[in-house]
């Protein structure tokens, strides 16, 4: 069945500079619901830049972003350009939940009081409507029996995974993973793959920027290669990985399958 709602995230001819650095030269992406976007590529292709224009903690010089088909308002051109409403950035902003690749617990609070702090300080919810959904999203990603632990008292897969679920919790209309695996030892990586897999099978909307192939692979419905800010190729896993048809993407695959 044809879906006709509006993508979460459509972004359009999007460009981004810092200074003299043009990071984003004219990017387009559709991160359509319940699909999961992949962007790959080398280390300052303009991957995590692109993430953080979509969640509007960066602002992008030229170029639109919609979210379910509701354009941003801007004001002022070029690198006097920021966005209009504030209010639409916070209302749209809340329901985009990042998970970045420090964890970005607070150390003075229990996981528990991590998960509840934004919905219960930014949404106004029900504080024990709350706690029972944040526990809920604890049991989810498999540590529940770590609720009234210190962050300090975690490992970095189960950090991770806390942070997980303190962007679930949000009930959030997409899921924004910035390197979500790059800062962890290989053993506690897989954790926080299988997680990541399990909320792909669930349907949810999901960009993630990723540095593990096998992770683009196995949970993207679409992949964007980026090569210095600019999209070389793109499309379904099977063509992107099977079948690159540039030689930049040959090449940047060839250097991760022996990296």
């Known amino acids: 069945m044809l879906d006709t709602n509006p993508p979460v995230i ?11 650095l043009e990071v984003l030269k004219g990017v387009d992406l559709v991160a359509p619901r319940g699909h ?10 303009g991957k995590s830049t692109l993430l953080r224009c979509a969640n509007l903690l960066e602002e992008s010089q030229r170029g639109e972003i919609f979210f379910e088909g509701e354009p ?11 966005p209009a409403d504030r209010a639409q950035v916070t209302r749209i902003r809340t329901n985009l939940s990042m998970v970045f690749q420090q964890f970005n617990l607070w150390a003075h609070m229990t996981i528990l009081e991590n998960v509840m702090e934004a919905p219960v300080t930014v949404l106004k919810r029900d504080r024990a409507e709350v706690e029972e959904r944040a526990r809920h999203y604890l049991d989810k990603v ?11 008292q975690l490992s970095g897969g189960q950090q991770q995974r806390a942070a997980i679920a303190r962007a ?13 695996t790059s800062a962890l030892d290989p053993e506690l990586e897989q954790e926080v793959v299988k997680v990541i897999k399990d909320l792909a099978t669930e349907g949810r909307t ?4 990723t540095h593990d192939m096998r992770l683009a692979a196995d949970v993207a419905d679409h992949v964007i290669f980026l090569h210095l ?8 896993p099977e063509a992107v990985f099977g079948n690159p048809q540039t030689e930049r993407l040959r090449q940047f695959l060839s250097a991760t399958a022996h990296a």
Do not use: T
């Open 10 to 20: 459509e972004i359009r001819d999007l460009h981004k500079s810092y200074g003299e």
């Open 229 to 236: 800010g600019k999209i070389e190729e793109e499309g379904p």
């Open 36 to 45: 999961v976007v992949a962007l790959i590529g080398s280390s300052g292709s």
């Open 72 to 82: 941003i308002q801007w004001r002022g051109e070029g690198a006097g350009r920021h």
């Open 168 to 180: 679930l919790c949000m009930e959030p209309r997409a899921l924004l993973f910035d390197e979500p």
């Open 142 to 152: 498999g540590i529940g029996d770590k609720a009234d632990a210190w962050p300090a």
């Open 206 to 209: 999901m960009i993630i920027v």
